[in-house]
C-alpha cells in the first residue's frame, strides 16, 4: 500500500499539469479567435463605408458620361478602378484575415484614388456639372466618406497589430501552426 502512494501522488501531479497545459491552450486559443472576430469586426465597419461610397460613385459615374464625353477614358478608368476595388472588396469579405485578399484590395484601392482624383479635379473645373443635382449631393456624400474610411482603415490596422503581436508572442506561437492562424495585413 505504501508503495502505491507515490505512484499516485506521480499521476495526479501529471494529471494537474495535463490540465493547467490544456486550460492554457483553450485560453490562448479563445483569444486568439477573439483577435480574429475583433478584425472582421473592424472590416465589416470599412465594407460598409466602401459599399456607401460605391452607392455614391455609380451614380456619378452614370451622371457624368454624357457632360463630360470628352474625357469618357478618365471616367471609364474610375468606372474600371471601382469594378476591380469592388472585387477585391467581396474576396476580403470571404475572409477578412487573409493576407494575400487584404494586400490586393490594398492595392485595388490605391488604383482607384488616381482616376477618382482626376475625375473631382475635372468636376471642379466646370461648374455646370459640379453643381447639377445629380453631381452635386453625391460629391458631398465622396467627401464625407473619405475621411471616414481613412479612420475605419486605422482601427483594422490597430487591431491587425493586436493580432499579429498575439500569434508571435511565446508561447502562443507554438500554438499557431497547431490551429493554422496565420499573420495578417495591413490596410
Given at each position: 500500500?505504501?508503495?502505491?502512494?507515490?505512484?499516485?501522488w506521480?499521476?495526479l501531479?501529471?494529471?494537474?499539469?495535463?490540465?493547467?497545459?490544456?486550460g492554457?491552450?483553450?485560453?490562448?486559443y479563445?483569444?486568439?479567435?477573439?483577435l480574429?472576430?475583433?478584425?472582421?469586426?473592424a472590416?465589416?465597419q470599412?465594407d460598409?463605408?466602401?459599399?456607401?461610397?460605391?452607392?455614391?460613385?455609380?451614380?456619378?459615374?452614370?451622371?457624368?458620361?454624357?457632360?463630360?464625353?470628352?474625357?469618357?477614358?478618365?471616367?471609364?478608368a474610375?468606372e474600371?478602378?471601382?469594378?476591380?476595388?469592388?472585387e477585391?472588396?467581396?474576396?476580403?469579405?470571404a475572409r477578412?484575415?487573409a493576407?494575400?485578399?487584404?494586400?490586393?484590395?490594398v492595392?485595388?484601392?490605391?488604383?482607384?484614388?488616381?482616376?477618382?482624383?482626376?475625375?473631382?479635379?475635372?468636376?471642379?473645373?466646370?461648374?455646370?456639372?459640379?453643381?447639377t443635382d445629380p453631381?452635386?449631393?453625391?460629391?458631398?456624400?465622396?467627401?464625407?466618406?473619405?475621411?471616414?474610411?481613412g479612420?475605419a482603415r486605422?482601427?483594422?490596422?490597430?487591431?491587425?497589430?493586436?493580432?499579429?503581436?498575439?500569434?508571435?508572442?511565446?508561447?502562443?506561437?507554438?500554438?499557431?501552426g497547431?490551429?493554422?492562424?496565420?499573420?495578417?495585413?495591413?490596410?
Amino acid at each position: 500500500m505504501a508503495a502505491l502512494w507515490p505512484d499516485l501522488w506521480d499521476w495526479l501531479l501529471r494529471l494537474a499539469l495535463l490540465a493547467v497545459l490544456m486550460g492554457w491552450m483553450v485560453g490562448a486559443y479563445n483569444r486568439l479567435v477573439r483577435l480574429r472576430t475583433a478584425l472582421v469586426t473592424a472590416w465589416g465597419q470599412i465594407d460598409e463605408l466602401l459599399t456607401r461610397r460605391s452607392a455614391a460613385l455609380e451614380p456619378m459615374i452614370e451622371a457624368l458620361r454624357e457632360p463630360m464625353a470628352a474625357e469618357a477614358n478618365t471616367v471609364q478608368a474610375l468606372e474600371a478602378a471601382l469594378l476591380k476595388q469592388q472585387e477585391a472588396a467581396r474576396t476580403v469579405r470571404a475572409r477578412p484575415s487573409a493576407a494575400e485578399a487584404l494586400s490586393a484590395w490594398v492595392l485595388a484601392e490605391s488604383e482607384l484614388g488616381s482616376p477618382l482624383a482626376r475625375v473631382q479635379a475635372l468636376v471642379e473645373q466646370h461648374p455646370e456639372v459640379a453643381h447639377t443635382d445629380p453631381v452635386r449631393p453625391l460629391r458631398k456624400q465622396l467627401e464625407e466618406l473619405g475621411p471616414r474610411i481613412g479612420y475605419a482603415r486605422q482601427g483594422f490596422n490597430e487591431q491587425a497589430d493586436a493580432y499579429n503581436e498575439a500569434i508571435q508572442a511565446f508561447p502562443t506561437r507554438l500554438l499557431v501552426g497547431l490551429f493554422r492562424f496565420k499573420p495578417t495585413a495591413r490596410v
